[in-house]
């Protein structure tokens, strides 16, 4: 027998509240459902892990594939810069927080006053 997602059962695995999938099934935002039982849908979890696999990102939303962002000019030494929200990450040329490259530049971070420097690296093209 074929195990179907009902609208609870899906907004526990998607970790959201049911009102929340009558919404986006209303906006559109929810692929068909596999079968109607009585007047309520169902999908098979093999259709979600499908939808899932195939949406954008949530929230801070990253570059499409290929797509870099342009970097901020750095601001004068004495000011600090807002931190993106994210992990920050070093990849061995570049540093970036939530997924965006930083800029050189002093960047503020933590309730204590801590200062992240990230300075250009030698062997990087000044820029005008």
């Known amino acids: 027998m074929t195990d179907y997602l009902d609208s609870a059962a ?3 695995r998607l970790g959201i509240k ?5 919404r986006m099934r209303s906006r559109g935002d929810l692929p068909e459902p596999d079968r109607v039982i ?3 849908p169902a999908w098979l979890p093999a259709t979600i892990d499908r ?3 195939s949406r954008p990102g949530h929230g801070w939303r990253k570059a499409d594939v290929g797509e870099v962002p342009a970097p901020t000019p750095a601001k004068p030494v004495d000011e ?4 993106p929200p994210g992990d920050i990450r070093f ?3 570049t540093i970036s927080a ?5 800029a050189p530049g002093r960047y503020a971070f933590g309730n204590a006053g ?3 420097t990230v300075e250009p690296h030698e062997d990087d093209e000044p820029t005008e």
């Open 10 to 12: 899906l907004a526990a």
């Open 18 to 22: 049911p009102a929340s999938i009558h």
């Open 38 to 40: 009585g007047r309520s």
């Open 51 to 53: 939808w899932q696999a």
């Open 80 to 83: 600090l810069l807002p931190l």
């Open 91 to 93: 990849d061995g040329t």
């Open 98 to 102: 939530g997924g965006m490259p930083l």
């Open 114 to 116: 801590g200062v992240l």
